[in-house]
């Protein structure tokens, strides 16, 4: 087992103070940095850094990085799915590393979607129905992996279609 302890910190935005959500911060005991390119093989991470070693991928419906010594979680109910989560993680993370024989290291990440290709496909009308301050920010969010097509109210049956389409190439589960 190489990930055995690790200490929470939960914390909500200083960006969005009214957030109702949290994050959260697992410090590892051990380092994972060895484990990184297997993870990002095994999870499908869509970021991936070299130096220092880090990748991003989306699970659960979090977007979720894991660094050498650090794993930074968002958009979380509470402490508890915080808990979940990172303990998954922590699974994950030791039987990656106990079948890593098994797996070929990546050490790139995946395509990104465009925000400008998305914002093609969106009605541009700027509402604010979506909880978006623009259609431009919206588009962020879905390249993001953070919003989908169906949080559009505005978006017609074809263009969710084509941007549903558009989106599955990039592995994000909308």
């Known amino acids: ?40 093989t095994v999870l499908g991470g869509f970021e991936y850094l070299s130096d220092p070693p880090a990748v991003t991928f989306k699970a659960q419906g979090k977007l979720i990085t894991v660094h050498g010594r650090k794993i930074a979680v968002n ?9 979940k989560i990172v303990e998954w993680l922590k699974n994950e993370i030791n039987t990656v590393w106990e079948t890593k024989d098994d797996i070929e290291p990546c050490y790139t990440g995946m395509p990104r979607p465009g925000i400008i290709e998305i914002l093609k496909l969106l009605p541009k009308t700027n509402c604010r129905e979506c909880n978006e301050a623009t259609c431009m920010v919206f588009a962020t969010k879905i390249a993001e992996g953070a919003k989908g097509p169906e949080d559009c109210p505005r978006l017609g049956e074809d263009e969710n279609k084509k941007l549903t389409e558009y989106m599955s190439q990039f592995n994000l589960d909308l």
């Open 1 to 40: 087992m190489l990930l055995k302890k690790y200490t929470l910190e939960i914390f909500k935005s200083k960006c969005q103070a009214d957030a109702k959500g949290v994050h959260c911060f697992a410090h590892l005991e051990q380092d994972v940095s060895d484990t990184i390119p297997y993870l990002n």
């Open 75 to 83: 958009a979380l109910k509470d402490e508890k799915e915080a808990r």
